[in-house]
């Protein structure tokens, strides 16, 4: 009896310990650092996102990260839901893909010549996406999408192109019309620096609506060359696709001789194997990938019907070229991941948890009756801060970012990593266990307390 009560206080008395220094991190060196960083680097980060400037405060700087978990300059750990943006899939430096990163390198780093392993990746790539006939290997996703307009256009021989609001693809010029994420979140959705002239031919229409791209092609259908979209959005939050539209898309693209693009940097590896069109089971006529296929070193790919890819020099006319392209260390990174990512299980397994973690979220909102709107697609899922439904920009402009920068920082503050912006995906990698996902839960009921 004693004992038992002993032990409930000790219990007591950890719990309120642990919360007690979570709630207070020190992250001075960050501090210093991004103070540093700013006299060099604009802004003191290579991507804007990075720097929380939709949530405020001020970014931790990373020293390391293992498995679900990052540790920060301060020595502070999170448990990380942001998986580098996407690419982590199997969680930060899994010994396996790192022993064979260290193994290429001591083969030296580039060649400038074309390797074997390079022929390897691309039977991967084409193996879970029977659509790919011909691939070619870039270096970002940005690099993809830029690409696979190109040759869409060189093919068809039309200059227009459709995409969707909220959607976004990398920071392609004629592509930075009404983008997502970071340009959301900065409210610039068309960049300075890019020439009207050079977005004339960017059609932007609303995402998830059939009668908006059947009316445009109905009347200009013979100008455009390809049709770009994020078949299931994750740049402004997780949007999935409605019932018949993605099989809508197919049709009139097809009607009318245009190239469609599924961009599934993000979404390729990460919703299921064979992404999102083995998903919906959809061939579009070229997809964009990159984010896992890099196994967390720097890659991109497009690729899709030979006819089409065949148009790419040097067999055809359509110009693109890269030094570093095929690069040895980040196809070694690729080849192990997409090796292991072959086991269909994990596929499995990563849905169980991101479930577990979507429905515990859902259930901490309804308790606390804080409004929200929660999607999920595999191991990519979202909290809109809304009480509507979120099906497409307009819908996902709606949410309450203050009430977003509230749960980032609560978060933040117990040692979990989310994304600094309401328009971002939470990540789940197979270096999760049902603990971080449960004290995430947990944590997130207090969070929920203040608001
Ligand atoms: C991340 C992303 C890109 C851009 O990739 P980078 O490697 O950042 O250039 C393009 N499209 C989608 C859907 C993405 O999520």
């Known amino acids: ?4 009560l002993f032990l409930k206080i000790l219990n007591t008395l950890l719990t309120y310990k642990i919360q007690l220094y979570m709630s207070k991190i020190i992250t001075e060196k960050s501090k210093k650092a991004f103070a540093e960083a700013q ?12 720097a929380f400037g939709a949530v405020g405060g001020t970014p931790i700087f990373i020293r390391s990260g293992s498995g ?10 999170y448990v990380d839901y942001i998986g580098s943006w996407g690419p982590l899939i199997l ?23 074309p390797t074997e392993l390079e022929v390897k990746l691309a039977q991967l790539i084409k193996e879970a996406m029977p659509s790919i006939e011909k691939v070619r290997m870039v ?11 190109r040759v869409a256009r060189g093919f068809t021989n039309r200059d227009a192109v459709i995409k969707f609001e909220g959607c976004y693809h990398g920071h392609v010029d004629s592509l930075l019309v009404q983008a997502g994420s970071g340009a959301t979140t900065l409210g610039t959705p068309n960049s300075p620096g890019i020439p009207q002239d050079f977005v004339k031919h960017t059609i932007s229409l609303p995402y998830n609506d059939i009668d908006a791209i059947n009316e445009v092609c109905s009347k200009r259908g013979k100008d455009i060359a390809c049709i770009i979209i994020e078949a299931v959005a994750g740049n402004m939050g997780v949007v999935p696709p409605k019932k018949n539209y993605l099989e809508g898309l197919r049709e009139i693209t097809k009607k ?30 070229l997809t964009t990938l990159g984010k896992i296929i890099g196994g967390g070193l720097p890659v991109g790919a497009y690729g899709g019907k030979k006819e089409i890819m065949d148009s790419i020099s040097p067999v055809g006319p359509v110009y693109q070229a890269g030094t570093l392209s095929g690069n040895p260390v980040a196809m070694t990174a690729g080849i192990a991941t997409l090796e292991i990512l072959k086991d269909g299980k994990i596929y499995t397994n990563l849905e169980e948890k991101a479930k577990r973690l979507a429905t515990g979220m859902e259930k901490v909102c309804e308790d ?18 809304t009480d509507s439904p979120v099906t497409d920009y307009t819908t996902a402009k709606k949410c309450d970012t203050k009430r977003y920068a509230k749960f980032f920082h609560g978060m933040l503050d117990r040692g979990f990593y989310f994304a600094p912006s309401q328009f971002e995906a939470v990540f789940v990698s197979t270096a999760h266990g049902e603990k971080e996902i449960d004290s995430t839960i947990d944590a997130f009921k207090e969070v929920l307390k203040s608001f």
Do not use: W
């Not at 006299?39 to 996102?49: A, C, D, E, T, Y």
């Open 1 to 4: 009896m004693f004992s038992l």
């Open 39 to 50: 006299n060099f680097i604009p802004g003191g980060v290579n991507s804007p996102v990075r």
């Open 68 to 77: 679900c978990y990052l540790t920060d300059v301060d020595g502070n750990k």
């Open 91 to 113: 969680g930060h430096a899994d010994p396996r893909i790192v022993k064979r990163i260290n193994e290429a390198v001591a083969n030296g780093t580039s060649y400038g010549a």
């Open 139 to 149: 270096n970002s996703g940005t690099e993809a999408t830029m690409s696979a307009i």
């Open 256 to 285: 009318h001789g245009i190239v469609l693009i599924f961009d599934e940097v993000m979404t390729g590896f990460r919703v299921a194997h064979g992404g999102v069109q083995s998903l919906y089971n959809i061939k579009p006529d």
């Open 368 to 385: 606390a009756n804080v409004p929200a709107c929660h999607t999920r697609i595999g191991s990519m899922l979202c909290t809109f801060f």
